[in-house]
C-alpha cells in the first residue's frame, strides 16, 4: 500500500471507528474543522496528560495555567499578530484555487533535494561496497547542480520574505516555472498577505473598539501572566509555565486532515531564563522533546530536526522536530528562541513593568524565553498513522482472514483493555463482569459479549485495544483468565488477582515518563 491510500485508509478508519469526524457532517461539514469522537478524545486526552505530567510533574521549576481564548485586542498588537501574523497567498487564475506562495517554493526546494537523494541512492547501488557518499556528493555533477538551485531558491525565497517584497516572491515563483497542480499553468496573480487571526465582536455593542481575536496561539496567555505566576509561586529563574488550550487560524491552505485545522489544540511552554542563557536553554529544550517524542516508541527514526530558514518575528532561533507523516516528513512541534520580544513588547504596550529581580545577579531585567509548542492534533495524527496497519492472520486460537489493527502505544491508547466471556451462558458473563468490576476504577475498560470471540478480538484491534482479558470455562475452576496480546496475538493464562497488577505495568504513563 503505497502513502495515499495508507493515509486515505487512515481517515476512513478514524471516522468509522469513532475516532475523528467531520465537524457538522450532517450540513456537508466545515472545512478544516473536525470533531473527535469517543476514542479520539480519549486518545487526545491520554497524549495531553502525559505531555503535562512530563513538563509540570517532572519539572519542579514548571507550573502549568489555563488562559482564557479571548485577551485584550492589544495583546495582539504587542505580540505583533495584528501586523506580521500573515500567510503570503496567490491564486492560479485558471484553477482559481488560492495556495501559499511560501509553501509552493519549500515544496519546489523539497523536490530538488528529493532528486538529489535519489541520485546519492542510484550511486549507492552502482558502487556498492566503494561508495564513498562525501566524495560522491562533493564530485556529482547532477547532485551539485540541484544542491545549487536549491540553495539559491532557499536564498532568494528567504531575502524577498524577509524583507516583504511580494514582488520577488512571486517572480520567484515564475522563475522556478512553478506549475499550479490542478490547472498545469503558470498563470498566477500577484502575491498578497493575508492575516490568519480570526475576528469576533465583544460586548453588545458591535463597533470597531468592540473587535477582539480568537487567540492564535496558547503564549500570549502565558506571557501576559508572567509576573502572577512569578510572583504568586515565588518561581525563580530559569522556570517555566505551561499550557494547554485552543488556537485558531484561518489557514489559506487547509487540508492533510487534521494536519493543518482552523482551530485545534496546543501544548506550549514558555521557559523563562536569562539574557544571554537562551541557546543553552534552546539546546536543552530540543533534546528534551525529541526524547518525549521518542519515549512514545514509534521510530526514531521518524523524527528529525529542521532549523527554520526564515525567523518569525519573534525569534532569533528556531528549528522543528518533524515526523515522518504519510505525506513526508512535516512539523510536528516548533522549539523557539523567542528573546525578549513578547515581554518587552508587553511592557512597551501596556505601561506595566515585566521585569525579573534576579537575586543571584542583584539586577532587574526583561527574561529571555525559550518556547516548546506542540500541536495535539498533530500528535493525534502521527500516533494514528504510525499505527494503523492491515494484516493477514494466520494464529492459532485466531479466525484467519485481515485484520486491521491500530498499534497505538498501550499507554496513551484509548481503551487499555477488553473484558470478554467467551460464550454468552454457563456464567461466563457474569464472571467477566466481576473481573471488570474489579478494573475499571483503575484502566478505560470495555465490556463485550456479542458475537463471537474473533470478530469481538478484531473489533478491539480496530480501534487500538492493547490487551484482551477472556474469561472462559476454565475461569469458573481456578480463577484464571487468558490475556491476549493485541500485536502479536499470543495468549497468556494468569491468575484473575494478578491483573490489575501487570496491567498497571504495561499501561501506566509511568512507563513513558521514566524513560525521560
Ligand atoms: N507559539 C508558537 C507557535 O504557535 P507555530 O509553529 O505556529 O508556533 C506550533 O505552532 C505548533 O502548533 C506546530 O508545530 C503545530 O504542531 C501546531 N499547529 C500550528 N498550526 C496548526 C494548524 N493550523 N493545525 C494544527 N496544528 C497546528
Redesign the pocket.
Known sequence: MNQDELFKKLIAHSKEYGYIFPSSEIYDGLS?VYDYGQYGSELKNNIKRYWWEAMVRLNENIVGIDAAIFMHPRTWEASGHVGAFNDPLIDNKDSKKRYRADVLLEEHIAKLEEKVEKEVEKGRRKFGETFDEAQFRATNPNVQRNVAKADEVRRRMVDALTGNDLEAVRQLILDCEIVCPISGTRNWTEVRQFNLMFETKIGSVSDESSTIYLR????QGIFVNFLNVQKTGRMKIPFGIAQVGK?F?N?IV?RQF?????E???M?MQFFVRPGEEMKWYEYWKAARIKWHRALGMGDENYRYHDHDKL?HYANAAC?IEFNFPFGFK????I?SRTDFDLGNHQKFSGRKLQYFDPETNESYVPYVV?T???V???VLSVLANSYCEEKVQKDGEEGGERVVLRIPAPIAPVKLAVLPLVKKDGLPEKAREVLSELRCDFNCQYDEKDSIGKRYRRQDAIGTPFCITVDHQSLEDNTVTIRYRDSMEQERVAINAVRGIMDEKVSLRSLLNKL
Open positions: 478544516a492564535p496561539e496558547t503564549a488556537a487560524r489557514e487547509a487534521i494536519f493543518r485545522m482552523r485545534f489544540e496546543q506550549e518569525a522543528d512539523e510536528l512541534e516548533g523557539h518556547e509548542s506542540v500541536g492534533d498533530r500528535l
